[in-house]
């Protein structure tokens, strides 16, 4: 093709920052920057069981196009996985993964024109798919209790109209790590009741956080709910559901996803088969407390060096940390030096942050931590005296 | 949600005939409707092991995030795949089959105020991308010899700019299942290099089809080839790939597939696996013939009813009946007798075809097929008796 002419929403879709950094992250560094799970916890023999057992099972359908919508061995068993985290009812599309999700949602939802509110900062990979479908975005900040409602309601008290879709990540925040307080959470759901919103409320951490109300139980008429298995189960499965008691909603998203058809039978299959076995739900509680002794530790780490997050984190994999520094040059000085984190300007909408970074302990093993710290240090010094 | 308000985009997608017949699909009933490859020839056993000698060798990382635009292993594996099948070279990004990459080629290419020629008859699904995307649909008649590039000349002609995009199935076509001529390939690639356009060749049969020169061969610059392994090794793996000499649209690909990185991991390591073993490779020759002698028996049947296809196919799964007769009132009868089959008009962008049916060799286990056959002119019968 002599020079391609991308449509206007192509050229709003950026490299992640996060993708470019796990271009960057070589064998020994020490990998602050991934929001994968610990590899530690992905139940690989389980997993392989499930494989087996699945293509004995059903055979060629294993392999059989998966139709649009998910099957209804896995719809069913994400109808129990939504009651066991007290998520709510409601109809279930199956997606591939998450992220997927709130594609497939902004593809129903909204248009170019279409204003929508969102955190900021954010989590920058999801905003691609926002920016695709509308430059139209909103940043409200983001304080140690959530979205800070009192923003969004003078904003909203001024507006001729409301937004489209408000995007939030209430549970612990990607990258801030707070957890939204449930008098915000309150206060949202009114805003959204009382002006007409539609609030996406993306909570791939719930599995591994400590409980909350979800906006979705707190309102289901006013939120979509979209859930994710990447954390508590793997991410290389793609698998993600969204929840809705709409059901025209519903069946425009089946429509939808009859655009790619992109979720996996077989990973389906394996999917509802490990939660029909109950394992993830008996391991909760430990996953939880997994990963809240490394955030304890990054934290230490962090604190023995004389730094701290910009808020604490209450639950997931990350924290945000302001190092003073051009976060972009101290990537390259730290990468040399055997750590990688991701710089957070990105998640800013707002043309700041551009000295902050996301540090997660997601993938990193946990006798790494204190030793990853210590060389991001190094290179902070290190920028210090050049 | 109260009244969700869908895009005009998300308005375009209609739920298709495909997926509509599939949930008539009863135990019993003879499956002349889907485009699924024989289940008998699905490598199950070989499935099995590849996905346990994956776990083993790469362990958790099997089920780590996927990132953009494909695994390095399965790039390399395809690449050679292109090579085998005389596809050409250049830059491949992997996609969640070939609808996933038609669709993402439309979000890098098309917006709402691009035209676009398609081939009439054409497959409803893939259209479904580019009617999300763009209403300026054209539709440019297919006959025997594939699309009729005389008429496409006389329309340049006269058009003040070209068309962005052109899509056509030229091998083993979906739904008349005619392979393109050479001559008129020839002429086509003329008229994208003359004119302007881009190519969209989408090509799934080719492994099973005999061979044919690839437009992209022809003329690298002016066409995207998007190929698929769901007809050759399985359709629920979700794997498919977009060829491109283009570095800028390859980059653009990996920066929307941000948008879901919806190609599962171990199923893209699974995919490689298997090409690296050389099996498909070793059996496209049987592969062919299996299908071809399944048309061969589909045909006989036909014509011992006094049934004759539009035109006769040439490879491929599918062949196009004029039943002279409306197709959806055909349909519901031929259920209730216990064979399924997919009306053809939505196939259609003129608002025709709505006595012709597409009859599919792909899934229905071969000693089946007069059977069904015969369920199919017992339906007509009853139709021309009400």
Same mark, same amino acid.
């Given at each position: ?55 004995? +099972? ?81 940043? %409200? ?48 759901? +009114? ?9 996406? +409320? ?20 006013? %939120? %979509? ?16 559901? %969204? ?144």
């Amino acid at each position: 093709m002599t020079a391609p002419m991308f449509t206007p929403s192509a050229m709003r879709v950026k490299r992640s920052p996060i993708e470019r950094v796990s271009a960057l992250i070589g064998q020994g560094t020490i990998n602050l920057a991934g929001g994968s799970p610990d590899p530690s916890l992905i139940p690989l023999e389980k997993l392989r069981e499930a494989y087996t057992q699945i293509i004995e +099972e059903y055979g060629a359908k294993s392999f059989f196009y998966p139709g649009a919508g998910g099957l209804d061995q896995l719809i069913h068993q994400l109808k129990k996985w939504c009651a066991t985290l007290d998520i709510g009812g409601g109809e279930i599309i199956v997606t591939s993964g998450a992220q997927h999700a709130i594609t497939q949602l902004c593809a129903a939802l909204l248009s170019a024109q279409d204003a929508y509110v969102h955190e900021n900062p954010t989590f920058v990979e999801t905003m691609n798919s926002f920016l695709f479908y509308s430059p139209q975005g909103e940043p %409200v900040a983001v304080d140690d209790q959530g979205i800070q409602t009192s923003i969004l309601e003078s904003r909203l008290k001024t507006r001729k109209s409301p937004p489209k879709l408000l995007y939030t990540v209430p549970t612990a925040h990607n990258p801030l790590g707070v957890t939204m307080s449930e008098e915000r959470r309150k206060h949202l759901v +009114e805003l959204a009741q009382k002006y007409g919103f539609t609030i996406i +409320e993306d909570d791939p951490y719930r599995p591994i956080s400590k409980p909350t109300r979800t906006l979705y139980s707190m309102s289901p008429e006013n %939120v %979509v709910y979209v859930g994710s298995l990447s954390k508590a189960l793997a991410p290389g499965l793609r698998i993600g559901f %969204v929840l809705t008691t709409s059901h025209a909603l519903a069946e425009k998203l089946r429509d939808l996803e009859q655009m790619d058809f992109s979720t996996s039978t077989v990973n389906q299959l394996v999917t509802a088969k490990i939660l029909e076995s109950g394992l993830i739900q008996s391991k909760l509680g430990d996953l939880r407390e997994h990963y809240a002794s490394k955030m304890r530790l990054m934290l230490e780490s962090l604190r023995e060096n004389g730094l701290e997050p910009i808020y604490q984190p209450q639950d997931g994999f990350f924290c945000l940390v302001n190092t003073n520094t051009y976060a972009e040059e101290l990537l390259l000085k730290a990468v040399k030096l055997g750590v990688a984190f991701v710089p957070a300007s990105e998640f800013y909408f707002d043309n700041t942050g551009h000295t902050n970074i996301r540090l997660s302990i997601g993938p990193v093993d946990k006798s790494l931590i204190p030793e990853g710290v210590n060389r991001l240090v190094k290179a902070l010094n290190q920028n210090e005296q050049a």
